[in-house]
């Protein structure tokens, strides 16, 4: 199974992007994914989460407000709008998944055990 990440392009600051994740096959089943980011020359970090049954949602700090994550169950898509974008968001955006059934810690990359390849956001000043 595939996670594919689409939706990155460039973008002015202020303007908007809505990346989308979707596993290669539909019968998928996730406990939760997840958005990290990765800067050239810094790690990667997180940026959003979503519990898949409850939709529940958890945000870095820097994106609070400006960043939605949501999905889509009928779809088995997952997505990430985001609004009032900066020349700091500027970075490739990875998708994860969680298929362990069990609390894990949203924010830690390595609890994710599957992951799709990056779509590049730029947002210039």
């Known amino acids: 199974v595939q996670l594919q990440a689409s939706g990155g392009g460039l973008v002015q600051a202020g303007g908007s992007l809505r990346l989308s994740c979707a596993p290669s096959e539909r019968r998928f089943s996730t406990y939760a994914m997840g958005w990290f980011r990765q800067a050239p020359g810094k790690e990667r970090e997180f940026v959003a989460a979503v519990h898949w049954r409850s939709g529940k949602s958890y945000y870095t700090d820097s994106v609070k407000g400006r960043f939605t994550i949501s999905r889509d169950g009928a779809k088995n898509t997952m997505y990430l709008l985001m609004n009032s974008l900066k020349p700091g968001d500027t970075a490739d955006y990875y998708c994860?998944?969680?298929?362990?059934?069990?609390?894990?810690?949203?924010?830690?990359?390595?609890?994710?055990?599957?992951w799709g390849q990056g779509t590049q956001v730029t947002v210039s000043s």
């Open positions: 994860a998944a969680r298929t362990i059934f069990d609390t894990f810690n949203y924010y830690s990359a390595s609890e994710y055990d599957y």
